[in-house]
DNA sequence: AACCTTACCGCAAACGTTTGCGGTATTTTC
DNA sequence: GAAAATACCGCAAACGTTTGCGGTAAGGTT
């Protein structure tokens, strides 16, 4: 196991060369001989010689990779964002560095610090949820390469977003044209913009529409199953008369489904629900799950995209892009009334 | 942009101080007095100096790192378990290199070798399904940390795996129990180690309790929900007796279930539907979709463990861990007949 | 015979950091 | 007042690689 991997040194003293004459053989520059070549090639074989990263990183002043930070890979929406920003980044022959955070600001901020010690050429990220204080990225814009996606916060930087308002006021208007007059909004914590930004689109539409709400039916939950289930049971025991509920996310929407099925409430006749991301798994719930499908593959890749344009130099530091993104009607908001089977 | 990071000299220069005692200063070293220590921390904070990692790398001659390789982060196990891997990463001060196969060996061959070059302290993978070539492995067990954990291949290494011989028999031994007889099995790709396990541990207990099936019965399916269903789409067609359908994984087994809904067959009366890794959607599916649990965290917590043995020489490199799954029963293979409401 | 070209190879610097060792003042000790 | 201890700091090597430049020998040209 203490088996070193072999160097330029170790190959140019067995064969009485030079590091510099066995550096060259081995890209095949054309000063050397081939003879020479063919004699440190076969070395290389021999010894399995692999170059030392660390020092070619070094003499490079880079780490010929980018970081990557989000919330967490278990979330489907980034582990389809990443790769798209790893198809990108193969072209540039980048790696990744694939960083969570856990939703912590405190451990996005030593993760930065890590990042920027690592020498990456740049980095990706979508903020975590867990504060309102921005300075580690403040102090790295302008003078790194920095890309947000999905998720941003209050800094002027390049940034690939959804029309998070547009979205949830679509959402909201498709529940209002079939009926519902009670909707209710199941947020994600409140440090987190997209979630506001959503929750301003379902309000405007209600507003638009003439429609009351009340500040009882906007909720706030973490990021959990469990947590959406428990906040979603005692806002409908509360609150009976609620016929729609909007969740930020699918996983939410899946812990309000389990609290509705406990009682014995009909959808979505009873009480609709929808929510953000179009996983997998929507259409195979029942009932199935009216969600909005986001671009998460190209979203990535787009941020690869602006951010290897800011490396190059040939991009500004706070350029803009907005995807659009797709509202999918399923059963767990309209049912076909004029179905033969019912 | 183009800012370069501070380093050491840039300091030392402007304070008239030699780069060594900078770098004293910045460590605390008590041969540094307090005033010097105070006036290059000033420095320090003003200019936003970040150590060059990449120079203490290849001072230290490995980069506080270590390699994780699986065929996708998008598979909820790997999600799970290389969680598990980094809580215990971090207790060594170690952080992840993520890297996906894509399923792919050629892949798996280039990353170990991209792994090597950098000087990772050691590799954690999984194997992808691709090939049947081994020797990116043999080359590097016994000079090389290394572990694998939930996918593994014909190598003599450290290994964290399921017993997934008798969790295939447990699941069919329950079908068997609720009376089918006609138990079709949809394994993964066959150059898979573990699927062929499950399939062997299926037909022992078919073979056991003196239940016949059909070669054509057996079908491989690549790791997608829209092959698994076209391949049970044409399995049930042609052979309708079939009454039963163990799947590799959740996701296979969803892929199914959208075959089968196309048909006006009652699940699981007509055909029951299992799966593995049992995913957090499952208890949500309509019928909620009976899985063999996996202890997908502590087997990533448990590879890292073998790897640090090794690294730190107090461990083999072949040590052999077996986990033990848990088989969920839903209502796609057992429906409580006593049910009131029906 | 003097010069030029060509083929091949080595020297040494550079990347930024850590650290053993030696050095120089200043202070303390008897 | 001399010796010893202390406080503080700098020199230089080391990690492994790439690369500009210089060097040597052989062969070719005039």
């Known amino acids: 196991m203490k088996n070193k991997i072999a160097t330029l040194k170790d190959i140019a003293d067995k064969l009485g060369l030079s590091i510099s004459t ?6 095949d520059h054309p000063d050397i001989s081939e003879q020479t070549k063919s004699r440190v090639m076969k070395l290389v074989k021999r010894l399995d010689y692999q170059p030392n990263q660390l020092a070619i990183n ?7 990779s980018i970081g990557v930070i989000v919330p967490s ?13 790893e198809q990108e980044a193969e072209k540039h022959g980048l790696k990744l560095i694939i960083c969570q955070t856990n939703e912590s600001v405190q451990r996005e901020s030593e993760i930065i610090n890590e990042l920027l010690r690592m020498r990456v050429a ?7 949820s867990g504060g309102r204080d921005f300075t580690h990225f403040k102090r790295i814009v302008k003078r790194f390469p920095l890309v947000f996606f999905n998720r941003d916060c209050s800094v002027n ?24 007059r009670h909707i209710s909004f199941l947020a994600g914590p409140k440090t987190l913009q997209i979630s506001n930004k959503r929750k301003k689109g379902y309000l405007d539409c209600l507003e638009d529409f003439g429609i009351e709400t009340q500040k009882e039916w906007v909720c706030h939950s973490p990021f959990s199953q469990i947590s959406a289930m428990n906040i979603v049971d005692t806002l409908i025991r509360k609150y009976p008369e609620i016929d729609a509920l909007i969740a930020f996310s699918d996983q939410l929407a899946m812990g309000a489904l389990k609290a509705i099925k406990k009682y014995q409430k009909s959808i979505p006749d009873d009480i609709a629900i929808a929510g953000f991301n179009n996983e997998p798994a ?22 690869a995209e602006l951010l290897f344009n800011q490396i190059h130099q040939t ?10 993104s797709r509202l999918i009607i399923r059963r767990s908001t309209w049912q076909e009334t004029t179905k033969p089977e019912r």
């Not at 308002?165 to 909201?172: F, V």
């Not at 991009?315 to 659009?324: A, D, F, I, R």
């Open 122 to 128: 740049g980095i990706i990220v979508s903020v975590s």
């Open 58 to 64: 070094l003499l490079n002043q880079q780490s010929n």
């Open 282 to 303: 929507d259409e195979l719930l029942e009932p199935p799950l009216t969600s909005i499908e986001q671009p998460a593959f190209e979203m990535g890749r787009k941020a």
């Open 157 to 180: 930087a390049s940034k690939v977003m959804i029309n998070n308002h547009k979205a949830a006021y679509d959402l909201t208007q498709h529940l209002v044209e079939t009926g519902k």
């Open 315 to 324: 991009g500004k530091y706070n350029e803009q892009v907005v995807l659009n």
């Open 73 to 85: 890979i278990a979330y489907y929406l980034y582990a389809s964002a990443i790769s798209g920003i």
């Open 22 to 27: 066995v550096s060259r053989a081995i890209s």
